[in-house]
């Protein structure tokens, strides 16, 4: 079976990409999907930010590893199935890297908003498209980028950076990962259930567009 790899990007990589890899991490399937993070102005080695740490412990999140921040590098980007900046910047900052990987590079908030507005019965006839392809669902995901309506304004796409503010700004930082986190592995989790009917065949699709 072949291993998504996700790699979600922030600023320092202190604070939101390692939370969300993290909250990532811990409610996807580890035997199909390996997370990482990075940062676009990481000093590396720092450890993840003291605050967000003690709200991901308050969140039941909890790690083997220590943090240690990197830099997000033309590898990582490489390597990476889907990527998931923070802010629109930090999707840019990964398609300048690898300009091939403006397509599977979205923000966190973006990718959450499209796959939660993407319905069953569409998602089905997407991995019927899709078929065979080990990186179907974000594939599908690609396909309905330009046909789910966009946020407006564009600012909604940004997870505001908490680094050096309230702890309530951490909290709310937090939350808003979460939710979107959640929405993330719903959609996972309806792929995987729908994957077998979807490699049934033409008939599958027939039988969807009978009922309606």
């Not at 979600?8 to 990589?13: L, Q, R, V």
């Not at 959450?112 to 991995?127: E, F, G, K, P």
Request: charged share 20%; with cysteine.
């Amino acid at each position: 079976m072949t291993t998504l790899r996700i790699l979600t990007i922030c600023t320092g990589n202190i604070c939101r990409s390692p939370f969300a890899a993290k909250l990532l991490a811990s409610k996807l399937d580890r035997t199909q999907f390996k997370v990482a993070s990075a940062g676009t102005s990481a000093m590396l080695g720092d450890p993840m930010q003291e605050t967000m740490q003690r709200i991901a412990a308050d969140m039941g999140v909890r790690w083997r590893d220590e943090h240690s921040a990197r830099v997000l590098t033309h590898g990582l980007v490489g390597q990476a199935d889907l990527i998931l900046g923070m802010e629109r910047e930090h999707r840019s900052q990964a398609a300048k890297l690898q300009p091939s990987a403006v397509r599977r590079a979205f923000t966190l908030l973006e990718f959450a908003h499209i796959v939660s507005s993407i319905n069953d019965d569409r998602l089905q006839q997407l991995l019927f498209l899709n078929r065979g392809s080990p990186t179907a669902a974000i594939d599908a995901v690609m396909r309905m980028r330009g046909v789910v309506p966009r946020l407006n304004p564009e600012q909604l796409y940004d997870l505001q950076d908490p680094f050096g503010k309230s702890r309530q700004t951490y909290a709310r930082s937090a939350a808003h990962i979460d939710q979107a986190v959640d929405q993330i592995v719903s959609f996972f989790q309806r792929t995987a259930k729908l994957t077998a009917a979807s490699q049934d065949g033409p008939s599958a699709i027939v039988g969807m567009q009978d009922r309606k």
